[in-house]
């Protein structure tokens, strides 16, 4: 079973920055493709970001392209999202996820069944 646990969130103002990070419990980390998620109030859970096992794929939604930034460092076990030019609709519980089940290699994945263990959650709250 894949422990995760993020940090890293926190109050900030429109146009702030903030470094999520999520640390995981496993030594094969470096297998499995990685996905942040959030959570506003009263709506559904919405893919932020995906990236594949190596690093080396990539995607997001529309909304946070050229503002968030995923990346990872297995040799720390621990995925990041960078979350620049942050605005009051960013505002969400942030949730990292793994995917275990077997990928594409070099692929990332969008969708929330795609993942199979999940954090607790951290709290990112953007003021105007």
């Known amino acids: 079973q894949v422990q995760l646990v993020e940090s890293g969130g926190g109050l900030v103002q429109a146009g702030g920055s903030l470094r999520l990070s999520c640390a995981a419990s496993?030594?094969?980390?470096?297998?499995?493709?990685m996905g942040w998620f959030r959570q506003a109030p009263g709506k559904e859970r919405e893919f932020v970001a995906g990236?594949?096992?190596?690093?080396?794929?990539?995607g997001y939604t529309t909304s946070v392209k050229g503002r968030f930034t995923i990346s990872r460092d297995n040799a720390k076990r621990t995925v990041y999202l960078q979350l620049n030019n942050l605005k009051p609709e960013d505002t969400a519980v942030y949730y990292c996820a793994a995917r275990v089940q077997p990928s594409v290699s070099g692929g990332y994945y969008s969708g929330w069944k795609n993942y199979d263990y999940w954090g607790q959650g951290t709290q990112v709250t953007v003021s105007s």
């Open positions: 496993e030594r094969t980390f470096r297998r499995y493709p």
């Open positions: 990236i594949s096992s190596d690093g080396g794929g990539t």
